[in-house]
């Protein structure tokens, strides 16, 4: 589980220093490595412990696997997708070709998503939360009334 937000920074090559924060955040999860990939609706990056990834792999191999729709969705889906480590300095290696798609340059944020996290140009992450913020109270009470509560 993830909790927090982070600013950081990307170097010249494309790499992110992990903050402290998040490192022990991810204490449990640093030695197995990540795998990050295109957000489905942003133009973000996701990122996730190895076994996340692995247990939604799981579930799409659910899919009808002769359905078209379903194929083109698996195929599309991990196209972009991209195993990643920490070095020894406790840097993450993002791939050119995604930082590009993301838009990003220096300036990040990283967001919990609770058990991925999401990487974001800094600009482009302040203007998605304060375009939606408008309608925060919204979208917390359609979220929160779709989940069974403990004891229901």
């Known amino acids: ?46 990122l996730y412990p190895k076994a996340k990834w ?42 050119k070709e995604l930082l590009g798609f993301a838009e990003i340059e220096k300036e990040i944020v990283i967001s919990s998503q609770v058990t991925k996290m999401e990487i974001w140009n800094k600009s482009n992450y302040d203007k998605v939360v304060n375009d939606t913020a408008a309608n925060y109270g919204n979208l917390a009470k359609k979220a929160m009334s779709s989940i069974k509560k403990p004891g229901e």
């Open 1 to 46: 589980m993830l909790y927090f937000t982070y600013e950081c920074k990307v170097d010249a090559k494309g790499r992110i220093l992990l903050p402290s924060g998040l490192k022990k955040e991810l204490a449990a999860v640093l030695d197995e490595g990540f795998v990050i990939k295109k957000s489905v609706f942003f133009k973000c990056l996701e």
């Open 54 to 95: 692995v247990k939604e792999l799981e579930i799409i191999d659910g899919l009808d696997k002769f359905d078209e729709d379903n194929l083109n969705f698996i195929r599309t889906h991990i196209a972009w997708v991209k195993p990643v480590e920490l070095d020894n300095n406790g840097r993450i290696l993002i791939p």
